[in-house]
Nanobody, 119 residues
Framework: QVQLVESGGGLVQAGGSLRLSCAAS????????MGWYRQAPGKQRELVAA???????NYADSVKGRFTISRDNAKNTVYLQMNSLKPEDTAVYSC?????????????WGRGTQVTVSS
């Protein structure tokens, strides 16, 4: 079994910053792509940012230039540095990891952490 645990969410004023972390633990051989998703009330879940094991990244247009995704492969941890936060960034942020255990790759999700940006 693999567990993903997020931390770092909270309440921040517009223009502020937060740093999210997501640590994977359990029966992990390696992790391919890791990503952050978010879901605001009444909206579909959307990809915020993703990073491959080699460090290639991609971002949603709405966060480019404000958010930075990074990872520490030795710690099986992915980070999301969020700067210049806007009220529309308010959502539950969840991390996702494509984990290789043995001969197979499985998709795992964290439970999510709330980010609230006040105007």
């Amino acid at each position: 079994q693999v567990q993903l645990v997020e931390s770092g969410g909270g309440l921040v004023q517009a223009g502020g910053s937060l740093r999210l972390s997501c640590a994977a633990s359990g029966s992990i051989f390696s992790i391919n792509t890791m990503g952050w998703y978010r879901q605001a009330p009444g909206k579909q879940r959307e990809l915020v940012a993703a990073i491959t094991s080699g460090g290639s990244t991609n971002y949603a247009d709405s966060v480019k230039g404000r958010f930075t995704i990074s990872r520490d492969n030795a710690k099986n941890t992915v980070y999301l540095q969020m700067n210049s936060l806007k009220p529309e960034d308010t959502a539950v942020y969840s991390c996702n990891a494509a984990v290789v255990t043995g001969a197979w790759e499985y998709d795992y999700w964290g439970r999510g952490t709330q980010v609230t940006v006040s105007s």
